[in-house]
Nanobody
Framework: QVQLVESGGDLVQAGGSLRLSCSASRSIFSGSTMGWYRQGPGEQRELVARILWRHSTSYADSVKGRFTISRDNAKNTVDLEMNSLKPEDTAVYYC?????????WGQGTQVTVSS
């Protein structure tokens, strides 16, 4: 079974922090590069952070220095620590493999940053 479940989204003021978590089924997680994507209102879904199986990471320029992605390969989880949040970070956040598994998209978790 392919499953991704995101959690941790919330309403937060600009400058605040949130930690998102994603629980994945082992079939999709094991050995995979994992990523956090986001889709803002009226925008296309974009990849904001990725982490390789051996923990190398990369980030979109818009979040570099503010977001940190991590994974626990024993627990099949991938987290996204978000600091210094900005209103433009408002979006639904999803986790998935990189490139994405098109049948595995979860419901996402809503992050809203107020100014």
């Amino acid at each position: 079974q392919v499953q991704l479940v995101e959690s941790g989204g919330d309403l937060v003021q600009a400058g605040g922090s949130l930690r998102l978590s994603c629980s994945a089924s082992r079939s999709i997680f094991s050995g995979s590069t994992m990523g956090w994507y986001r889709q803002g209102p009226g925008e296309q879904r974009e990849l904001v952070a990725r982490i390789l199986w051996r923990h190398s990471t990369s980030y979109a320029d818009s979040v570099k220095g503010r977001f940190t992605i991590s994974r626990d390969n024993a627990k099949n989880t991938v987290d996204l620590e978000m600091n210094s949040l900005k209103p433009e970070d408002t979006a639904v956040y999803y986790c998935n493999t990189v490139p994405p598994n098109r049948i595995a998209w979860g419901q996402g978790t809503q992050v809203t940053v107020s100014s």
